[in-house]
């Protein structure tokens, strides 16, 4: 089965840092590209962040440039997203998406959530102003 496991989320205060993990099983990782997401209350979700690990490629939201990275971890195909100097307006509900990079029309990876092929459950980060 395919899993993806969020994890790393807690409550931290204002130019604070969090390290978030997915951790993917039951497909080949390097065959798919991995995104980050988030939905603050009464908000729709929104891509933050995403990182093919096949080459490297990025994406970042606007609102998160300069203060998130992602990086991969392909021995251990893990995705972790480090947020350094946290916002009260990051607070959200954090999730991770899988999207099959071989799929037709697949050409980056995007925040768009209608591309992604698999979810897994969200960690909650509450950053404290």
């Known amino acids: 089965d395919v899993q993806l496991q969020a994890s790393g989320g807690g409550l931290v205060q204002a130019g604070g840092s969090l390290r978030l993990s997915c951790a993917a099983s039951g497909f080949t990782f390097d065959d798919y590209a991995i995104g980050w997401f988030r939905q603050a209350p009464g908000k729709e979700r929104e891509g933050v962040s995403c990182i093919s690990s096949s080459d490297g490629s990025t994406y970042y939201a606007d609102s998160v440039k300069g203060r998130f990275t992602i990086s991969s971890d392909n021995a251990k195909d893990t995705v972790y997203l480090q947020m350094n100097s946290l916002k009260p307006e990051d607070t959200a509900v954090y999730y991770c998406?899988?999207?099959?990079?071989?799929?037709?029309?697949?050409?980056?990876?995007?925040?768009?959530?209608?591309?992604?092929?698999?979810w897994g459950q969200g960690t909650k980060v509450t950053v404290s102003s």
């Open positions: 998406a899988a999207v099959f990079r071989f799929k037709p029309r697949y050409y980056y990876c995007s925040g768009y959530e209608s591309e992604y092929d698999y």
